[in-house]
């Protein structure tokens, strides 16, 4: 692992309890050898069988690199199993700044407000979360397993203008951090967090009708087609994956919903087939069917409805999924943000209409 920096930096070693301090103006190579680090600088070793490493810019706008990437904040490497971790320890305000590009997309001043809409919403997310994973020495991954971060590449003032001027605001209800979830497109409405996931019901996060302030979005509509051979593949593949044992589902003879979500999700959706039927629903249908032109990615939402064509047999032949919004649908819906801010309303507004019964507290 090869580290660098802008400036000089102070490279401090962790050894059988003892702190020892070098200082670099060149990349820094980390290496693992039998659960230990060393390091070295232009190809001369300067520390060895150390604990962890942490490297710091000596100047105030000093900035950290690695695979080419710009950081704010300090790096500790430290060994996980036979391979390096690198966490970037930064200031709550400055991981913001590479989190909310990525996370809203460009935005110009029309958006303005739902940019500042969505640095409150990361900001609350981030702080719910602190040591959500006590086993480790960090509070948040970098992907969509919490907020995707990207670092200095990505700051634009606008976004830093909007996090300067949120600074310390975070959402609450009842006087307690918000799960601050949002999404793309909601597609017309958001939903109940307890009905697209099995987790526990929030009076925060119900369904609300979006009245079409995400219909700018790309995926407001969509649609998928499928031969049936295709659906057949997804869905046995994902319940082979799912209960351990290779799975043969058959013919698809019929596909139908049986229920939807408040906010027109697929609750329950069951296939039939020549062998029996099997109920599918609620988000992990988009892990189950994913997209007809590529099965890397999931299906862009569980808002959909089904059109089926059959052969003469009364098997299905082809399905077609008509379907409307991007994401899980629960929280705020980001293009739905968008399209407000272009309307006038404020980044207060727009969050206490996502966040139904929350209010906005500023903590420092």
Same mark, same amino acid.
């Given at each position: !692992? %090869?580290?660098?920096?802008?400036? @000089?930096?102070?490279?401090?070693? &962790? #050894?059988?309890?003892?702190?020892?301090?070098? =200082?670099?103006?060149?990349?820094?190579?980390?290496?693992?050898?039998?659960?230990?680090?060393?390091?070295?600088?232009?190809?001369?070793?300067?520390?060895?069988?150390?604990?962890?490493?942490?490297?710091?810019?000596?100047?105030?706008?000093?900035?950290?690199?690695?695979n080419n990437?710009?950081?704010?904040?300090?790096?500790?490497v430290?060994?996980?199993?036979?391979?390096?971790?690198?966490?970037?320890?930064?200031?709550?305000?400055?991981?913001?700044?590479?989190?909310?590009?990525?996370?809203?997309?460009?935005?110009?001043?029309?958006?303005?407000?739902?940019?500042?809409?969505?640095?409150?919403?990361?900001?609350?997310?981030? !702080? %719910?979360?602190?040591?959500?994973? @006590?086993?480790?020495?960090?509070? &948040? #991954?970098?992907?969509?397993?919490?907020?995707? =971060?990207?670092?200095?590449?990505?700051?634009?003032?606008?976004?830093?203008?909007?996090?300067?001027?949120?600074?310390?605001?975070?959402?609450?209800?009842?006087?307690?951090?918000?799960?601050?979830?949002?999404?793309?497109?909601?597609?017309?409405?958001?939903?109940?967090?307890?009905?697209?996931?099995?987790?526990?019901?929030?009076?925060?996060?119900?369904?609300?009708?979006?009245?079409?302030f995400?219909s700018?979005?790309?995926?407001?509509?969509?649609?998928?087609?499928?031969?049936?051979?295709?659906?057949?593949?997804?869905?046995e593949?994902?319940?082979?994956?799912?209960?351990?044992?290779?799975?043969?589902?058959?013919?698809?003879?019929?596909?139908?919903?049986?229920?939807?979500?408040?906010?027109?999700?697929?609750?329950?959706?069951?296939?039939?087939?020549?062998?029996?039927?099997?109920?599918?629903?609620?988000?992990?249908?988009?892990?189950?069917?994913?997209?007809?032109?590529?099965?890397?990615?999931?299906?862009?939402?569980?808002?959909?409805?089904?059109?089926?064509?059959?052969?003469?047999?009364?098997?299905?032949?082809?399905?077609?999924?008509?379907?409307?919004?991007?994401?899980?649908?629960?929280?705020?819906?980001?293009?739905?943000?968008?399209?407000?801010?272009?309307?006038?309303?404020k980044?207060?507004?727009?969050?206490?209409?996502?966040?139904?019964?929350?209010?906005?507290?500023?903590?420092?």
């Open positions: !692992m %090869s580290i660098a920096g802008n400036k @000089p930096v102070s490279v401090e070693c &962790m #050894k059988d309890g003892k702190s020892l301090v070098y =200082y670099a103006s060149h990349p820094i190579t980390v290496r693992i050898n039998k659960g230990l680090l060393s390091i070295s600088v232009r190809g001369s070793l300067i520390g060895e069988r150390l604990g962890e490493v942490m490297i710091t810019p000596r100047s105030r706008n000093g900035l950290l690199q690695y990437i710009s950081y704010r904040g300090l790096f500790k430290i060994p996980n199993g036979r391979s390096l971790e690198l966490i970037n320890i930064v200031h709550l305000d400055e991981y913001l700044k590479g989190v909310v590009p990525p996370e809203i997309g460009w935005a110009g001043e029309p958006e303005f407000e739902a940019v500042k809409a969505q640095a409150v919403a990361a900001r609350t997310y981030a !702080m %719910s979360r602190l040591a959500q994973y @006590p086993n480790r020495p960090y509070d &948040m #991954k970098s992907d969509i397993t919490d907020q995707v =971060y990207h670092g200095v590449e990505v700051e634009t003032p606008l976004v830093s203008k909007a996090i300067d001027q949120t600074r310390g605001y975070v959402i609450k209800y009842n006087d307690e951090l918000i799960n601050a979830y949002y999404h793309s497109t909601c597609g017309g409405y958001t939903d109940d967090i307890d009905e697209v996931w099995d987790k526990k019901s929030e009076p925060y996060l119900r369904a609300v009708n979006d009245s079409g995400c700018w979005s790309k995926y407001y509509n969509w649609e998928e087609k499928y031969t049936a051979e295709q659906l057949r593949m997804r869905i593949e994902y319940l082979s994956s799912e209960r351990g044992k290779v799975i043969r589902i058959g013919d698809i003879t019929d596909m139908y919903i049986k229920s939807y979500t408040p906010g027109g999700r697929i609750s329950e959706l069951t296939v039939q087939t020549d062998k029996g039927s099997y109920d599918l629903g609620r988000d992990k249908i988009r892990w189950v069917f994913k997209r007809s032109s590529n099965p890397e990615m999931i299906l862009q939402s569980a808002r959909f409805s089904v059109k089926l064509k059959k052969n003469g047999n009364g098997k299905v032949e082809m399905v077609e999924l008509i379907g409307s919004g991007y994401g899980h649908g629960v929280g705020m819906c980001q293009c739905g943000a968008i399209g407000m801010s272009r309307a006038g309303r980044f207060d507004d727009i969050l206490t209409f996502y966040y139904s019964n929350t209010n906005l507290v500023k903590l420092y």
